[in-house]
């Protein structure tokens, strides 16, 4: 048997060291735990497997007391990724694989940065440099994600089994009424927020379109008037109750009719950038036509 020249590692020894035979024992002792998982090992394989990993156990225990009094510094490693300093990263999921680097263990956030340069997270180290064509596999599906307004967070903020299909809420994105898989996760949803920002501009830049002064949804009556077009009918609508030779049933109908035509009208001056009497004043003439055309027809229809 030839001898083992490794220098021996002990608790007083360099963090880099340290924590470098840790990694090793941890390998270690999965190969061995694997081992003894299986059926097939006679007692004799066993036994001698089980003194190995009680000897694992042995060394490792003094070196991870040493870290627990010690507490350098220590950062871990995602494959195709960045260095992330110990502790929970915003940028990193449960489910992200993370190893520890042992070159870093004990170094100051500057000499990190002198070393491993922009493999080191701005996230967790704001001043570290960052390399602007630095891509993972998952940042291309974020950026697809973004481009077509799909949110990506599986989590859901509440389900509600009440239903036959279950259903959730996001949190990322403030989506309701999300699919829920037989796992408990949200399926693939559009990115709420986004979508109610892009409603709200085009209810704002499309001349077609129409919306409150501030890009909200016109509700009026309970219902909610998507175009410029149906906001004009609906005034002369509801004008042709409010007016005094209307259809209006009896004054608080009347006064009723008014307050949604007067919610139409600011709308529409909100959308031409125009006062509401000068709305009001082109659209008015409509109104008094159809009065006088009905009232033409119901004098016809008596004789």
């Known amino acids: 048997m030839t001898e083992d020249k490794r220098p021996v590692v002990t608790p007083d020894s360099a963090p880099q060291e340290i924590d470098k035979r840790l990694v090793e024992l941890a390998w270690k002792r999965a190969h061995l735990q694997a081992f003894l998982e299986s059926d097939r090992l006679s007692d004799e394989q066993l036994a001698d497997y089980e003194r190995q990993l009680e000897a694992v156990l042995d060394e490792e225990a003094p070196l991870e007391a040493a870290y627990n009094r010690r507490r350098w510094s220590r950062w ?58 630095f891509r993972t596999p998952g940042t291309y599906a974020a950026e697809q994600a973004d481009a077509e307004g799909w949110c990506l967070n599986t989590v859901p903020s509440y389900v ?24 408990g996760k949200l399926r693939k949803h559009k990115h709420q927020r986004r979508a109610d920002a892009a409603d709200r501009e085009a209810r704002i830049k499309d001349p077609k379109l129409i919306g409150t002064a501030t890009g909200e949804p016109l509700m009026v009556d309970r219902s909610e008037i998507k175009t410029r077009r149906t906001a004009e009918i609906d005034w002369v609508r509801h004008m042709e109750y409010a007016h005094p030779d209307g259809w209006g049933r009896d004054d608080e109908g009347r006064a009723e009719e008014r307050r949604f035509a007067r919610q139409i009208a600011e709308a529409l001056a909100a959308k031409d950038q125009v006062t509401v009497e000068e709305i009001e004043a082109e659209l008015m003439p409509k109104v008094e036509a159809k009065i006088r055309k009905a009232k033409r027809e119901f004098e016809r229809s008596q004789r």
């Open 76 to 133: 871990w490693w995602v494959p195709n990724g960045h260095l992330h300093r110990e502790g929970k990263c915003s940028t990193l999921y449960q489910s992200t694989e993370l190893r520890l680097t042992p070159a870093a263990s004990g170094l100051s956030d500057e000499e990190l940065v002198d070393k491993f340069g922009w493999y080191v997270c701005t996230t967790c180290y704001p001043d570290a440099p960052a390399l602007p064509s």
């Open 160 to 183: 509600d089994r009440r239903y036959r299909s279950p259903y959730g809420g996001c949190n990322d994105c403030d989506a309701t009424g999300v699919a829920v898989t037989s796992l």
